[in-house]
């Protein structure tokens, strides 16, 4: 399992969330306490929003606990909205295109599960892309795929629903071919203006996802665990549902309710 840490509000530098605080995300790629593995090293990424309306996009196969750019950049680059993952491979090789998050256009995207039994019907699972989409296609993860099938389902006018019906066609080609569990998922992505996160899970066991509002009200963290041990004011996202944050606030909603509200 991986680890990751969003934010949107007024601009702050990354390494706020990524890497300065005791149980930073960068703490966590070796020392994670609510996930399956405490190590996480297997490449790190950060994607932020700037002037442009697409994000910028750093990506490595080095651990973020021995990564220097990565902690330059999160030093002197702030940002509106951003976010960094820590990856704990699942099956897939390391490589920096199987790094998070990808982007495409101006939505970034990172994710934090597995889909079971996705190397039994990979190239099933890609043939799902259409061709005008599938050159976006440049690593080899379940990950990346869930995102290629979120804007092929709609990401742009309707982000919630295409999300979780990605999840669903994934997780349908997981009870015809694959194995259990056939998904686990806590999922996070962007387009600088918005800040949407999943939390789901076919068994008992789904990825842990918290959120809290700044103290200021000028922005949300949201992460796979809380950056300082013991802070106060953090909240569970329920398995089960979405949440989506703006400048006015968040909606939490089932996740069966976002696909028949886009019907």
Not at 50 to 68: F, I, K, N, Q, T
Not at 99 to 121: E, I, L, T, Y
Request: proline share 6%.
């Amino acid at each position: 399992m991986c680890r990751w840490a969003a934010y949107i509000g007024a601009p702050i530098f990354m390494d706020g969330l990524v890497s300065s605080p005791g149980h930073s995300l960068v703490h966590q790629s070796r020392a994670a306490s609510e996930c399956k593995t405490a190590l996480n090293g297997d490449g790190v990424g950060v994607a932020w929003y700037g002037d442009r309306p697409e994000p910028g996009l750093y990506r490595d196969v080095y651990p973020a606990w021995s990564d220097p750019n990565l902690m330059a950049l999160c030093r002197t680059v702030k940002s509106h909205a951003f976010m960094a993952h820590v990856r704990a491979t699942t099956g897939s090789a390391t490589s920096r295109n199987n790094c998070h998050p990808f982007a495409c256009g101006r939505w970034s995207f990172m994710h934090n599960g597995q889909v079971g039994g996705f190397d039994r019907f990979r190239r099933l699972a890609d043939m799902g892309v259409s061709d005008a989409l599938y050159a976006q296609r440049r690593g080899a993860t379940d990950s990346e795929l869930l995102f290629l099938y979120a804007i092929e389902e709609g990401l742009d006018d309707a982000p919630e629903a295409a999300m979780v019906t990605a999840h669903a066609r994934l997780e349908a080609m997981s009870r015809t071919d694959g194995t259990t569990p056939h998904l686990r998922s806590s999922a996070a992505w962007m387009d600088g203006n918005r800040l949407f996160v999943l939390r789901y899970s076919t068994d008992h066991i789904a990825p842990t996802v918290y959120y809290r509002r700044r103290p200021d009200d000028l922005g949300w963290f949201v992460v796979s665990e809380p950056p300082e041990p013991g802070q106060a004011g953090w909240i569970e996202l329920p398995a089960g549902h979405l949440a989506a944050f703006t400048d006015a606030g968040v909606i939490i909603t089932p996740m069966s309710y976002a696909v028949a509200a886009a019907a």
